[in-house]
Structures are given as structure tokens and as C-alpha cells.
């Protein structure tokens, strides 16, 4: 079935390579489920078409069956009726086991195995497929750097050792071990804090135009779904399908009243969450790397009338950003990161990015792209002009 409706490409990723697709669609037909006693089915008879490589977002309110929905997909419960299609194979009778190595899951607190280190953990799919222990290192090394975590410092720890967004983190990598063409992911991001929320939103995104899966995910915050999704499910009780578009579509022109209560009151502002840091355009500062002559540094940071100098590693990272007079008292530039530096990527929103600028009392955030590359520099002044002109455009 390849009726893949690629997203269109936004305007922010006109300079990133088109998106590859790695996952698959799904198809589910009068897919209900009726909890033994209970008068109402928590889902009740839904039709849904997931494309390939997108990544759909569930939102609704509370025990309106979106867990019921998603399990079902995995058969973690079994569909009192209809039929589920993955890449337009009838699953619906599949064997369970089978149909999970093909589907990813991902929960809240990452459902690690506490007595097992990262690493046994994020192996256990790729040593059930029989994979040989060499094999299953190499790919367990592989998922922890695409995940940002350092192998060598966290392959071996316990999850009690880990924040809770380095389990999310290792929770996410343990998804992708036998890289499965879809991935379910239950409210991930609900049990850490904003900031670490956005940074896994953030390298969600970035591990997604990487791999393209398909990604079906919960959440209960809609910021959070127009951030991430290509489209918005929102549902209601029963699992009833209320409005299915994307995220601009449905800022614009939510299909209920419920809808709009959801999405808010703020559609404006809410549009700071639909602009991405890359469709901004980002001032371009003065760098140096590691090790060079910091006298040189202040030279070049002055003539381009720069008041500071952001500093990056050997892979090109920012690590962090002194003023002249700082970096005016070193011989040559140091290697200290700057554990407060404000750090956005271009996919995060204009939201995150103030956000990130407030929680660093900053009047800016260093912005990188690929790889952690830098991108530029964003100032508050640029998103405030961002919103001015966003506010103009819908008034007018
Ligand atoms: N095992 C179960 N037995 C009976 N009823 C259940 C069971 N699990 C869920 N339900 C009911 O089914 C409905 C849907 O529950 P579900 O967990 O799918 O909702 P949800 O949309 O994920 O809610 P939340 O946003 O709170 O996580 C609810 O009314 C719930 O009480
Ligand atoms: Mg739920």
C-alpha cells in the first residue's frame, strides 16, 4: 500500500534533505474493544489510516480509549472486533510475538527492567531475534549515541542510575533495537520535567527525519502534539474520531466546539508552537574552536561588532558562548562547557525556545542543526519580531 502522503516540506526544512521513509502504514477497519462489563466500548467501531513514515499524534480527553487504541495496534489487547492492516497485511489474527517485533513501544518512564543494565535492556528484542552477542553490542553502542548518551559512560549502568530523561532516552533506544517500521509511544514525556521535555521532543524530532518510522503517539498536551505530529487525531469518548488533519489545518479551522476549547483560546500564540526556530532567520556569531588563539577570537568577535564569542568542540558542537572580556583574560580558548548555555534545535518551536531562554535567565539560545552542529544564534528580539509579524498576518 503506497498511497504514502509524504508530508509536504515545511518551509524550515527546505535546506534538510527530504524526509526517508522507513516505516509503514496502518489501517485499522471497525476496530473495536468492549472491556467485559463495562455497558460502553471504550473504542467503538474506528476507522483510521496512519501513512507511512509519519508521525500521528492521539490526543483527547481522559478514558476516551486512546491506550486502548494504541495497544490494540500491538495486541497488548486483543480487538473485540474489526480488522487491523500494517503495510496492507490483515494482522489482526498474527501471532502477538511476531507483530511486536515489528511494532516499537515506548511508555512513560521508559519501562526499563530495573535489574538490567542499559544494555541488556536496550539488547533484549535483538538477543530474542537471536542475534550473536558481538552483533547485539555493536547495534546496543549505535542506539545509545542516536539517542545522545554517551555508550561508554552508560552501557553499563542500572536505570536507578539514570535521570529520568536519560531513561526515557534508553527507553526510546530499546524501541528501535530491531528497528521496527512503527513505533507506539504512550505519553513518553509525561513524568519529566519541561526541560528535558523538550530536549527529547527535540531529539525525537531530529531521530525521526533521520529514520522516518511511522510513530503513533499519545499525549495529553497539545503543544506538544503540533510540535511533533505531521497530524492530530483528536478523539472524544469512545474512541470517536472528531478531527483528523494536520496541525495547521486544525489551528485554523478546529471542527467542533470541543476542539477549539482544546487547542485554546490563544490560536495566535499557538502559532509561536507551529514556528520553528529554523524558519527564523538566525544571527550568524563569531566562533572559535577549541584550543585556538582566544586573543585572535576577540579580534574577529569585535570587528563584526559581537560582543561575545560562541565556542565550539572538535565535532563543530557548541559547548559554550563568553563575552570578549571573558575569553579577553585566556591565552587560548577553553575547553570548559558551559553547563548553562541554552541550547535549542532548529526543529524546536519559537515556544521552546523562549521557554529555554527563560529557564537560563538569557536574553538568547545558540541554535544547532545536524549532528549538533551550530546553526546561529537566536536573540528574544527575533522571536518577538516572529510574533508581531504572525499576529499581523492573522489579523490581517
Ligand atoms: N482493563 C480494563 N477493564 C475495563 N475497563 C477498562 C480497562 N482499561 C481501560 N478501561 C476503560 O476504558 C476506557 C478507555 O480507557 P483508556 O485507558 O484507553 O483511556 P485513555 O484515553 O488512554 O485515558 P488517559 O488519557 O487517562 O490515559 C476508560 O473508560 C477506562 O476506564
Ligand atoms: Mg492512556
Not at 17 to 33: C, E, F, H, N, Y
Not at 127 to 132: A, Q, S, T, V
Not at 277 to 286: A, K, S
Request: include cysteine.
Amino acid at each position: 500500500m503506497s498511497e504514502t502522503t509524504t508530508p509536504e516540506t515545511p518551509a524550515s526544512d527546505a535546506a534538510v534533505p527530504q524526509r526517508r521513509v522507513s516505516g509503514v502504514a496502518i489501517r485499522l477497519d471497525g476496530v473495536t474493544k468492549h472491556y467485559p462489563g463495562q455497558d460502553r466500548p471504550a473504542v467503538d467501531d474506528v476507522d483510521l489510516e496512519i501513512p507511512a513514515g509519519e508521525t500521528v499524534m492521539f490526543v483527547g480527553p481522559s478514558g476516551c480509549g486512546k491506550t486502548t487504541l494504541l495497544k490494540m495496534l500491538n495486541r497488548l489487547i486483543e480487538p473485540s472486533g474489526g480488522r487491523i492492516h500494517l503495510d496492507g497485511e490483515d494482522v489482526t489474527d498474527q501471532d502477538p510475538d511476531k507483530l511486536r517485533r515489528r511494532i516499537g513501544y515506548v511508555i512513560q518512564a521508559g519501562g526499563l527492567f530495573p535489574h538490567m543494565t542499559v544494555a541488556t535492556n536496550i539488547g533484549l528484542v535483538p538477543r530474542m531475534l537471536g542475534w550473536d552477542k558481538p552483533r547485539t553490542a555493536t547495534r546496543v553502542d549505535e542506539l545509545l549515541d542516536l539517542v545522545g548518551l554517551d555508550p561508554a559512560v552508560y552501557r553499563d549502568r542500572y536505570p536507578r542510575e539514570l535521570s529520568g530523561g536519560q531513561q526515557q532516552r534508553v527507553g526510546v533506544a530499546r524501541a528501535l533495537a530491531a528497528d521496527p517500521p512503527v513505533l507506539l509511544m504512550d505519553e513518553p514525556f509525561g513524568a519529566v520535567d519541561p526541560v528535558t521535555r523538550l530536549r527529547l521532543q527535540d531529539e525525537l524530532l531530529r531521530i525521526q527525519e533521520e529514520l522516518g518510522k511511522t510513530i503513533v503517539f499519545v499525549t495529553h498536551d497539545f503543544d506538544e502534539a503540533v510540535k511533533l505530529g505531521d497530524r492530530i487525531v483528536v478523539f472524544d469518548i469512545g474512541a470517536r474520531v472528531v478531527q483528523y488533519d494536520t496541525p495547521d489545518a486544525i489551528l485554523a479551522s478546529p471542527a467542533e466546539e470541543y476542539v477549539a476549547d482544546f487547542v485554546g483560546a490563544g490560536a495566535t500564540l499557538k502559532q509561536l508552537t507551529l514556528t520553528r526556530v529554523g524558519d527564523v532567520e538566525l544571527e550568524q556569531v563569531t566562533t572559535a574552536a577549541v584550543g585556538t588563539d582566544a586573543a585572535a577570537a576577540v579580534a574577529a568577535a569585535r570587528a563584526a561588532g559581537q560582543d561575545f564569542v560562541v565556542v565550539l568542540d572538535e565535532r563543530g558542537r557548541p559547548i559554550s558562548w563568553p563575552t570578549l572580556a571573558e575569553l579577553g583574560r585566556a591565552t587560548t580558548v577553553p575547553a570548559t562547557v558551559d553547563p548553562r548555555l541554552p541550547v535549542v534545535g532548529v526543529r524546536s518551536t519559537l515556544n521552546d525556545a523562549l521557554d529555554t531562554m527563560l529557564a537560563a535567565s538569557q536574553g538568547g539560545v545558540v541554535v544547532t542543526g545536524r549532528r549538533e552542529a551550530l546553526a546561529g544564534v537566536l536573540k528574544v528580539e527575533a522571536v518577538m519580531a516572529a510574533i508581531r509579524r504572525s499576529r499581523a498576518e492573522v489579523a490581517g
